[in-house]
């Protein structure tokens, strides 16, 4: 017997990149009351680590619950990178209607019509809020008709598009039935999801299943499972058994030590849940994504949406420069290979493997984004270590034919710009499949494109935008390999003997091409200081002093000029290196390097 819980509310925020998700949430807790009237509280307040915060994207899902009256809704804010749509997948498991969040200037971009299009096939109830009204180019009668296109163009329902609209500026803290009203709180948005999101289903006095959609880790309890109860209710120290849809055989016993209920912010110690809560629970050491709890007597799976494969893979391996162990508080292999597995925890789309050697580990992700996220929490946690160059994963076909993961690529860019980037991307074996006006004097360009196409452009496509386009990708699956692709025209600078840069070295070697290091900076032989226009690799000396003699030359002692040098981030050197070169990453600093230092050993190798 299906009982409606009329006092909850479960719904997630979807939306692309960057279009308010989480700006949205932290409005919804200071009206629900969650703070007091005189709590300081910090902008997006739902990322919880120092990257989401700097970066300004959301990487895990993160569940609050809020009171609407007597109403409590549960929310989930969800990642809009296509890097972790892995995440958003799984997650709508776990609620029963969405609010998709589309910026009132930019309208629905390639994410919006990827986490739509998921909703839409879990058969979700969707309220459609235009954000970020307050705009001064906002267009929100045009964003409307191209949502209600894209709800066409992915099949919706008539119902679906008959979808309840409200205007909101998160940042305002302000929610409209009609961007001409007045407002100065975002009671349109409760109600909105008061009558339109269903309230769950489920009996609670049927066997229990609850389905886990998100993992969450703690030093000190372990592994946290999250996820709805789909039927029965869910007691402390109760006995049940976890059984998972894909692995049939699996069926352990356990025993629920912890159980926790959301409450804004914060986790509430609860003995039981009942049908239709979003709960948490510990105390089961091997839990998984996508397990199922049930009672011992029926052990009734629930399906669920399998994990999303990785598509590129690097190695992480000890560093082992001359600079080695100087920097870093982790460098040892132990070290490594207990961070990797201990983030296997809770990052499901990462795959970790040994190789051949003790002092490399292979680490797979979804994209460039999702590794580089990994990369920089390792090294902010005091770890020093390697990664080579990012490799697609291929895979065979039936008759031995090798396929490779591709992308559709969205470029929005300046009309003077379009010319450059069809030119790159076709190099990159990327084929323009359409191509419209997005706006006065810009283009919409859409590609479909080899992964390995994609890895090291991004630097370059921004470069050649002059820092105006905007790329974004969605994967789309495998297809036979396209050929080989000739990446980087340019050729590396390399340190010629260690030591520390002086300003006449670098003078001497600044008309070369572009230097990657200042005066003053430690460097050491096959270390890559710079990068060479012409192509090919050419060894220089930037440590060396000017020879004293005691004659002087009129002009000798005008000042050397340094052009400044180009730092690299973290990405743009991944971006950077070949597959001869690797990226040494320490807590304080980013180099790169030739896989092997010595000038003879790497010329016998080369050749």
Known sequence: MDIKKENIRNVA????????????????LKQSGVFRQNQVVRERVMDSNDIERERGITILSKNTAIMYGDTKINIVDTPGHADFGGEVERVLKMVDGVILVVDAFEGP?????????????????TILCINKIDRPDARCREVVDEVLELLMDLGASDEQIDSPLVYTSAKAGIALYDPEDDGNDMVPLFETI?????????????????????????????????????????????????????????????????LYEYEGLSKLDTM??????????????????????????????????KISEPTISMNFMVNDSPLAGKEGKYVTSRHIRDRLF??????????????????????????????????????????????????????????????????TAFVDVDDDYTGIVIEKLSQRKGELKNMQKAGAGATRLEFSIPSRGLIGYRGEFLTDTKGTGILNTLFEGYEPYKGDIAYRQTGSLIAFEPGVTVTYGLFSAQDRGTLFVGPGEQ????MIIGQNPKGGDIELNVCKTKHLTNTRASGADEALKLVPPRILSLEEALDFIENDELVEITPKNIRIRKRILDHKMRMRSGR
Request: with cysteine; proline share 4%.
């Open 342 to 407: 201990k983030e296997l925890n809770t990052d499901v789309s990462l795959r970790v493997e040994e190789t051949d050697s003790t002092d490399s580990f292979k680490v797979s992700g979804r994209g460039e984004l999702h590794l580089s996220v990994l990369i920089e929490n390792m090294r902010r946690e005091g770890y020093e270590f390697a990664v080579s160059k990012a490799q697609v994963i291929y895979k065979e076909d039936e008759k031995g034919k090798r396929l490779e993961p591709v992308e």
């Open 523 to 526: 460097v050491y032989t096959g």
């Open 194 to 258: 008061r009558s339109h999101i269903p309230a769950p289903g489920g009996d609670e006095h049927a066997p229990l299943q609850l389905l886990i959609s998100t993992i969450d880790y703690n030093e000190y309890v372990g592994r946290i499972g999250i996820g709805k109860i789909d039927n029965g209710t869910i007691r402390v120290n109760g006995e049940n058994t976890v059984v998972n849809h894909h692995e049939p055989d699996k069926v352990s016993k356990v025993k629920i030590t912890k």
């Open 109 to 125: 971009m390639p994410q919006t019509k990827f986490v739509l299009k998921k909703a839409l096939d879990l058969d979700l109830a």
């Open 272 to 305: 039981s849940a009942s049908a239709g809560e979003i709960v948490a629970v510990s105390g089961i050491a091997d839990l998984k994504i996508g397990d199922t709890i049930c009672d011992i007597d029926s052990p009734l799976p629930i399906p669920f949406v």
């Open 13 to 28: 925020i979807i939306a692309h990149v960057d279009h308010g998700k989480t700006t949205l949430v932290d409005s919804l």
